[in-house]
């Protein structure tokens, strides 16, 4: 899967050059969920962001926070533990490919 990060890059230090948003979804009960992202550039926290979400399904709210934090720093590597939602993004939107890890 081209979306996956190779051994070598596995650790804390990848987050210390460029930018990047560590962005979730996470229910917040009854259908509900609510996302939250962290912006780094070159290693510091920049930005932080939460919202609700609009989709009322796990990997929908999980896909929903993904293209938000695309729009949040356009530039940014995006970084989601959502397999199924990744997948499902880069299959609508191929440009994203080497960027959603």
Do not use: K
Not at 5 to 27: I, K, M, Q, Y
Not at 56 to 83: G, K, T
């Amino acid at each position: 899967m081209e979306f996956r990060v190779t051994p070598e890059n596995r650790t804390a230090a990848v987050f210390n050059v460029g930018r990047h948003v560590l962005v979730d979804a996470s229910g917040a009960g009854q259908g509900h969920y609510c996302m939250a992202a962290v912006c780094l550039e070159n290693g510091e926290v920049i930005e932080l962001h939460s919202r609700p979400c609009e989709a009322f399904s796990s990997v929908l709210a999980e896909q929903e926070s993904i293209q938000w934090a695309v729009s949040l720093w356009p530039n940014a590597m995006v970084w989601n533990d959502c397999v199924p939602a990744i997948e499902a993004l880069l299959s609508q939107q191929p440009a994203l490919a080497g960027r959603l890890f």
